[in-house]
């Protein structure tokens, strides 16, 4: 059963979070870093599913609103990637002494992976990551989301505001932010399958441990007349938790 809606973090800067506990205990946990703004919305019960998915494969799962987005502390133009970047790691701090847990997995989805590899990057207890149709290209994401936009003003990103510094940090995301050591990691796809040939290969450049597995199916991040009606990427959930469990 998921715990009830809570607030974690410093008094000042409290995130939002829901725990899904491991049916039956167990001794793995799993942190997923959500996409950002319209993206986020529309995956949102994609990620949910996943959550009670790991837990029913006997994994913690924890997901989160990062400040200034969703039910966190903060407006719509106070957050920032490095300030995102962090609360992943207040994240796992807090799923680690909810669940008693040495280690975590993350689970990235599109710009919730390079959150969640700068965050694996800098940590000891983060023991595998998961990179779900993942950004690594931030100008190219930029424009997607904004068009061509004024590059010094707050601009409207699909509904969502997006400042100028955020925009500066989101076009700072490029292959090179992957060639890190890394744990254990995951690629998972559900658009063409040679989509992320170049980041696996810089992931194996750096040494990393990593798989790619192909998982055709909605995109439920995409624009849609009606994104309730997208469908389930159920391959791609499945191969997530099941990776995650074992």
Partial sequence: MTL?????GESERQLFGMYDPA????????????????????????VRHLARLLARKRVHAMRFDYYGSGDSAGG?????????????GTAIEELRDIAGLRSVGLIGVRLGAP?????AADRKDVDRLVL??????????VHEITGNGSEHETVEARGFLLTAPVRSE??????????????????VSTVEPDTYGGLEQTLLGAKVDVTTAHCPGPQVWEEEADFAAAGMPVAALEEIARWMSE
């Fill in 4 to 8: 009830n809606p809570f607030y974690f």
């Fill in 23 to 46: 049916r039956g205990g167990g001794g793995r946990g799993a942190v997923v870093c959500h996409p950002w703004g319209q993206e986020y919305l529309r995956a949102h019960q994609s």
């Fill in 76 to 88: 719509d133009t106070d957050g920032s990637v490095r300030q995102w970047r962090d609360d992943v």
């Fill in 115 to 119: 959150l969640a590899v700068a965050c």
């Fill in 132 to 141: 779900w149709d993942p950004v690594y290209d931030g100008s190219a994401y």
């Fill in 170 to 187: 989101m076009r700072a995301i490029t292959l090179e932010d992957f060639r890190q050591a890394l744990p254990r990691t995951l690629i």
